[in-house]
């Protein structure tokens, strides 16, 4: 008996794509942008956030919210600070000598033997 070569393609591509496909409706599979598991169905999402609005989970975090909270990340320099506010004399208090103010903040840290994490931490207090 001889199977048709396109029909085994199409049968393949069928197999892989279609299991892909009810791997993410089901949660198993989640990629960068998927949404968590659901897909990326994004209007489950604002679904949801509208939903916890008024209960006791209304502290519903969204990406926005995150970002604005955490002023200080890995990619900022020290000359961010210094436009935000912070004087030089303040982040050598912290963080320690840097060399430019196109440094890192994780780096200047990291060469001073602090942890970023903490530093971090006392820099997002400074700015609140």
């Known amino acids: 008996m001889k199977i048709n070569?396109?029909?085994?393609?199409?049968?393949?591509?069928?197999?892989?794509?279609?299991?892909?496909y009810l791997s993410q409706?089901?949660?198993?599979?989640?990629?960068k942008n998927s949404g968590g598991g659901r897909g990326g169905d994004h209007e489950t999402e604002s679904l949801e956030h509208e939903d916890l609005e008024g209960t006791e989970n209304s502290?519903?975090?969204?990406?926005?919210?995150?970002?604005?909270s955490e002023l200080v990340?890995?990619?900022?320099?020290?000359?961010?600070?210094?436009?935000?506010?912070?004087?030089?004399?303040?982040?050598?208090?912290?963080?320690?000598?840097y060399e430019n103010e196109d440094q890192l903040i994780k780096d200047v840290a990291t060469q001073n033997g602090l942890s970023?994490?903490?530093v971090k931490t006392s820099l997002n207090e400074l700015m609140e």
């Open 73 to 97: 990340t890995g990619s900022t320099t020290v000359k961010d600070l210094l436009d935000k506010g912070i004087s030089s004399e303040q982040i050598i208090n912290i963080v320690g000598e």
């Open 25 to 31: 409706k089901l949660g198993f599979w989640q990629t």
């Open 59 to 68: 502290e519903y975090i969204t990406e926005e919210d995150h970002e604005s």
């Open 5 to 20: 070569r396109l029909i085994v393609a199409i049968s393949v591509l069928i197999l892989i794509f279609g299991g892909v």
């Open 116 to 118: 970023f994490g903490k």
